[in-house]
Nanobody, 119 residues
Framework: QVQLVESGGGLVQAGGSLRLSCAASRRLFTIYAMGWYRQAPGKQRELVARISSGGSTNYADSVKGRFTVSTDNAKNTLYLQMNGLKPEDTAVYYC?????????????WGQGTQVTVSS
């Protein structure tokens, strides 16, 4: 089990930057993978970026080259650096952690942080 607490959301103009943080209640090396998802009003939750315990990353096509996912193992924290923000990036951003438990993978979620990009 893990608790995830996001921070760093807010209101920014198009072209601006934000950095989201997700503090985990356990050591990151015990987590199979972590990621950021987002959900805009009226839309399904979608993957933004993901990083495995081995450091492999993958990104949604819409954010490649603009967003960077990273971790700080000493702080048990996941980050999402968002540059070149666009109005279509407006959404609630959720931190996710997948933890292996035997033959199962359990998914845990943070409470979400709002990102609003004005044009």
């Amino acid at each position: 089990q893990v608790q995830l607490v996001e921070s760093g959301g807010g209101l920014v103009q198009a072209g601006g930057s934000l950095r989201l943080s997700c503090a985990a209640s356990r050591r990151l090396f015990t987590i199979y993978a972590m990621g950021w998802y987002r959900q805009a009003p009226g839309k399904q939750r979608e993957l933004v970026a993901r990083i495995s315990s081995g450091g492999s990353t993958n990104y949604a096509d819409s954010v490649k080259g603009r967003f960077t996912v990273s971790t700080d193992n000493a702080k048990n924290t996941l980050y999402l650096q968002m540059n070149g923000l666009k109005p279509e990036d407006t959404a609630v951003y959720y931190c996710n952690a997948d933890i292996v438990n035997g033959n199962l993978v359990n998914a845990y979620w943070g409470q979400g942080t709002q990102v609003t990009v004005s044009s």
